[in-house]
């Protein structure tokens, strides 16, 4: 049992799952799952090269299939110790999950304004809003701390992701809302300054 105090790693490196099907398809993922694809896999296989050598001895992984793959293939490569982290899954997407913005228009046709008009309090229907989630990797981050060895390497998602790292760089919802993770990318955060790895 990991305590829930907090203790956040003072580094902490973050990488994004692999491409999926979903992804290439644009269907929103949340905590449903897709495969990865053929270049999700080579991400994976790229990340873990990037960190030989890095001295990573713990990967700290989302539940989701899609990122638990991703992980399972860095930590193999690299020779580190694999702990899922729960509070890592993806901002949960309720009913939308699964669905195309398109097919979301017609079954639910105020969900795209009404999330514009409050994207960081939006909670998609059956699901959560990015603060709800804030809080959330808030307690990823600390279990992380808990449990790592060294300099974690979290493997996470996108908008879970934003929320990790506004934890970590100190960002207000307007600039946590801005941040983008492409595939492959590894973000090296320390005393709230981030560079790509």
Known sequence: MIPQDRHVPERVLLARHGQTVWNVEH?????????LTEAGVAHAHAIA????GAHVLTVCTS????AMR????????????????PELAEV???????MTWEEI????PTAREE??????GWAFPGGESYAQARSRARKALSNCGWAAEGVPLLVSHEMIGRMLRAELRGLDASSALGL????GVVFDIERRSERIL
């Open 180 to 183: 983008r993770h492409p595939h």
């Open 92 to 98: 949960d997407h309720g009913e939308l999950a699964g």
């Open 27 to 35: 269907r929103l993922q949340g905590q449903l799952d897709s495969p």
């Open 115 to 120: 999330r514009a008009a409050n994207r960081y």
């Open 70 to 85: 991703t992980a399972i293939i860095i930590a193999d490569r690299i020779g580190a110790e694999l702990i899922e982290v």
């Open 63 to 66: 539940p989701l299939g899609r």
């Open 49 to 52: 090269d990037r960190l030989v």
């Open 105 to 108: 228009d017609e079954v639910y």
